[in-house]
């Protein structure tokens, strides 16, 4: 018995290589897929998990516009990423921009077609406000916007119920669009920031892109991690439900 075994080894090994060529072909695996389509360059942060880590989110509303590209090199280059919130009727204008927020690792947020105030919308209105919105960000970019921002942060129980997004407000408001200072806004921010802020700024003004490099700086300084909303919240966002802030590190659950 111990004899035989080897030379029945020995056949099924020739066997196997008898079969060879037709045993690799018909079981070969499919082409390997190809390299991890994370993209390069991104300005991601790498995986942060913000109940630990003192994070804060960038957000940049009613663009795109034309400082969006010159904005996007910048976090790029700072590596920090952020949340636009877009007006859907400027898409159309800036379409790379949308595609390259995508692609760089930002998230990708809705802030109605026209800038409207929901308050004073129909439900009908509503509806057209934001699908009209998703639709653009989706073409542009191959994605649909994932949060909401209500335009002047105007919004209530009665209009929540009927935005299928989460709606992000923010707890500190920079004032670019109203000093157009880049030193203003990073020290406005810098007074009022805490870990799980979310801070507001608008990409249409050169003064706020302006403003970026030495905002991240300081903010890296200070130990905070630049995240998107998303990551902000650890995933844990909820449709027709606000948030102006994250709770600070360990104080969640
Ligand atoms: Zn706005």
Known sequence: MTSRLPDMARLALLALLALGPAFLVSCSPAPAPAPDAQPTGSAASEQVD????????????DGPGQYTGRLLDELKAAEAPATFFMVGKN?????????????????????????????????????????????AVEKASGHEPTVFRPPYGNHGAVYDRLVPYPLVLWDVDTLDWKHHDPEKTVRIAMDEVHPGSIILMHDIHESSVKALPDLVEKLKAEGYTPVTVDQLFNGQLENSTAYASAPAPGARK
Do not use: N
Not at 50 to 61: G, I
Not at 92 to 110: C, F, I, N, W
Not at 112 to 130: F, G, N, P, V, Y
């Open 50 to 61: 913000c109940a630990v880590a003192r994070c804060v989110a960038l957000t940049f509303d």
């Open 91 to 135: 898409i159309a204008k800036y379409p790379d921009a949308v595609k390259r927020m995508a692609a760089e690792g930002h998230q990708l947020g809705s802030h109605t077609w026209d800038h409207a105030d929901l308050t004073t919308l129909t439900r009908e209105q509503i509806q057209h406000e934001l699908g009209w919105t998703s639709e």
